[in-house]
């Protein structure tokens, strides 16, 4: 790993993110919220610390596998630690701590909040929070691919690194055409649902900041009550469609707005997660009825099919609180928690093409047992699974449950009840904002112990980066021949010399 091609790359992120951080400005003098001259300190503050890295640090011409775990990793840190500057530095979250939990929660897309009322953060703060889910949402290190060219070289390093699912769509031969392809296929959807927002009675500020965060399935919303506060339904079902188009992967829409039809409906792994939504939401629908929790099987469907869709694509939007629901519902809730949305798409998870994987290894297991002389292969889309996939199948599901059990064991050990320790803890590793009990969906975690929200938010970077990532950040073997920074000048008067 090598010092100076890290912390070069760093400081174009910062830069990056220090320009981003000026947008919000424009809400902040058009409402009069006052906050517009934090953005201002905030944003040069960045800008100073980016530009630093960049003039004292020489970046090599390729990036290895080491550097871009570092990276990506740490560059995940870096962008919430400034983004959580304007919530602190105005005020409106006096805790560095809290602050950097609710960055951090947006840039993963996580959505759990230490607020108890987000409408007193005032639009230009409500304008960053959702700008920050939605940058987080496709990925920060995808989006500096597509613009930066600093990264061009050595960039699939860091797209392998970033990008969520056991393997990953190229859709060009460039790794920043690819890039380009994705945020392109993300922004036209960000307008598309803005203006289906508008027309169905939004305003402007909200059907923006609405569409960003659906778009990112991170569920910030700009009412303390979520979109339960519009009762529309018109707003749930334009929301709802868009949660599904994000819970998807985006290689495939890409296929699909090229006219390759075929290929978009023939996905193994989009059948599965439009069958669990499907299975969960008839079962929700038809529990909630007979348990008397809804009084038609209309008014059922219209809150369970939100519901639905925003916890299995991680998205975490409410529009009823699931935590009132019977004992079975929540069950099924939390495992939809868990399930997550289609590899390569902004939704949290496990992801639905791990669990397919897992379910034919073990039936083919299951079948070596009774025929142990028999060749049994493992497919997917009629072609067979390397094994080096299966076998990241399954250590991320061994180090999942591992990540869960030590996760749970430190919140539960500030004195929260299990059922809030363990389900705040499924909310952040799965990125996707509310649990149940303390956490629940009309809750927050302002009230929980520092060292547990410290947990939490490792939990939730780890969860976004898929624990790979982030877990070799930690193994000693990793670290052994780290180079030494390479300093600009040094650099510039060996070209010189030659």
């Not at 953060?121 to 700008?131: D, E, N, Q, V």
């Not at 960000?190 to 569409?211: I, K, P, W, Y």
């Not at 919140?411 to 389900?423: K, W």
Request: net charge positive; charged share 10%.
């Amino acid at each position: 790993m090598r010092f100076g091609t890290v912390g070069a790359l760093l400081g174009w992120l910062l830069i990056f993110l220090s320009i981003a951080m000026l947008t919000p400005i424009g809400f902040s003098l058009y409402y009069h919220d006052g906050t517009w001259p934090v953005f201002l300190a905030s944003g040069a503050a960045g800008l100073a610390a980016g530009s630093g890295l960049v003039c004292l640090l020489a970046p090599d011409r390729e990036i290895s596998h080491k550097d871009g775990f570092a990276i990506v990793g740490l560059s995940w840190l870096a962008a919430a630690a400034l983004g959580a500057m304007p919530f602190y530095l105005s005020g409106a979250i006096p805790s560095f701590l809290d602050a950097y939990f609710e960055a951090m929660s947006g840039f993963t897309t996580t959505g759990s909040t230490i607020l108890p009322d987000v409408e007193l953060l005032g639009p230009g703060l409500l304008f960053w929070r959702s700008l920050i889910q939605w940058l987080g949402g496709m990925g920060i290190i995808v989006l500096s691919l597509a613009i930066l060219p600093v990264l061009g070289v050595g960039g699939m390093q860091l797209f392998q690194a970033e990008v969520p699912g056991p393997t990953k769509d190229r859709l060009a031969p460039r790794v920043q055409d690819t890039a380009r392809i994705l945020w392109g296929v993300y922004v036209l959807f960000t307008a598309l649902q803005t203006g289906l927002l508008m027309l169905a009675g939004m305003n402007f500020f909200d059907a923006v900041c609405h569409s960003f965060c659906t778009l990112a399935t991170g569920g910030f919303s700009t009412k303390t009550a979520s979109v339960a506060a519009y009762d529309s339904a018109w707003i749930d079902g334009i929301i709802t469609l868009f949660m599904a188009l994000a819970g998807i992967n985006f290689a495939l829409h890409f296929r699909l707005l090229t006219g390759n039809v075929k290929a978009f409906f023939s996905n193994e792994e989009l059948n599965f997660y439009l069958g669990v939504a499907l299975f969960a939401t008839l079962y929700l629908t038809l529990s909630t009825v007979l348990k008397g929790t809804f009084e038609t099987w209309l008014q059922a469907f219209r809150y369970v099919s939100f519901q639905v869709w925003s916890i299995l694509t991680t998205t975490g939007f409410g529009t009823a609180d699931f935590d009132l629901w019977s004992p079975d519902c929540k069950i099924l809730m939390v495992v939809l928690m868990c399930l997550g949305g289609m590899a390569g798409s902004t939704a949290g998870g496990i992801k639905n093409v791990r669990i397919l994987v897992f379910w034919k290894f073990t039936l083919a297991q299951i079948k070596q047992l009774i025929h142990p002389k028999a060749v049994v292969a493992i497919k997917l889309e009629g072609r067979g699974i390397p094994k080096e996939v299966v076998r990241s199948v399954l250590g991320y599901l061994a180090l999942y449950m591992v990540v869960f059990v030590v996760a749970t064991l430190i919140v539960t050990s500030q004195g929260v009840d299990i059922v809030t320790g363990s389900t705040s803890v499924i909310a952040t590793l799965n990125n996707i904002g509310p649990g149940l009990a303390e956490v629940g969906p009309t809750r927050h975690f302002g009230l929980l112990s520092d060292p547990a929200k410290i947990a939490l938010i490792v939990c939730m970077v780890a969860g976004r980066l898929e624990l790979f990532t982030i877990a070799v950040l930690f193994a000693p073997s990793y670290w052994r021949g780290a180079s030494r920074p390479k300093w600009r000048w040094q650099k510039e008067r060996r070209e010189k010399q030659v």
